[in-house]
């Protein structure tokens, strides 16, 4: 069966640090650029990062830059999301997913998707 599996997500004061782990089964990830999203509550899905197959392109959304890194082990088959300086507002349910070839911004346009984990930022 071919699935992603995250994990690492969790309750955190403002101000921390967490990192998700996106692996894959199942299926190798050297094809595969690696979306992170969030979806807070009551809000749509949004595109956070994203890894190219080699890992040598990287992209973040504006709010994020300077303060989240995307990598990956392909060796490991795992994707990471390292999150330093959390916010109250970074608060969501984090998916990893993957898409065959480069990044975009398309969200339908990933094939696989994780079952998301709950990031929570508070005091």
């Known amino acids: 069966q071919l699935q ?7 309750l955190v004061q403002p101000g921390g ?8 089964s199942g299926f190798t990830l050297d094809n595969y650029a690696i979306g992170w999203f969030r979806q807070a509550p009551g809000k749509e899905r949004e595109a956070a990062s994203c890894i ?9 959304a504006d709010s994020m830059k300077g303060r989240f890194t995307i990598s990956r082990d392909n060796a490991k088959n ?17 998916y990893c997913a993957a898409r065959l070839f480069g990044c975009s ?7 696989y998707w994780a079952q998301g984990t709950q990031v929570t930022v508070s005091s």
Not at 4 to 10: D, W
Not at 17 to 24: E, F, G, H, Q, V
């Open 4 to 10: 992603l599996v995250e994990s690492g997500g969790g």
């Open 105 to 111: 911004g398309v969200i339908a346009s990933y094939r």
């Open 17 to 24: 640090s967490l990192r998700l782990s996106c692996a894959a």
């Open 78 to 94: 795992t994707i990471y999301l390292q999150m330093n300086s959390l916010k109250p507002e970074d608060t969501a349910i984090y």
């Open 52 to 60: 190219s197959r080699n890992g040598g392109i990287t992209d973040y």
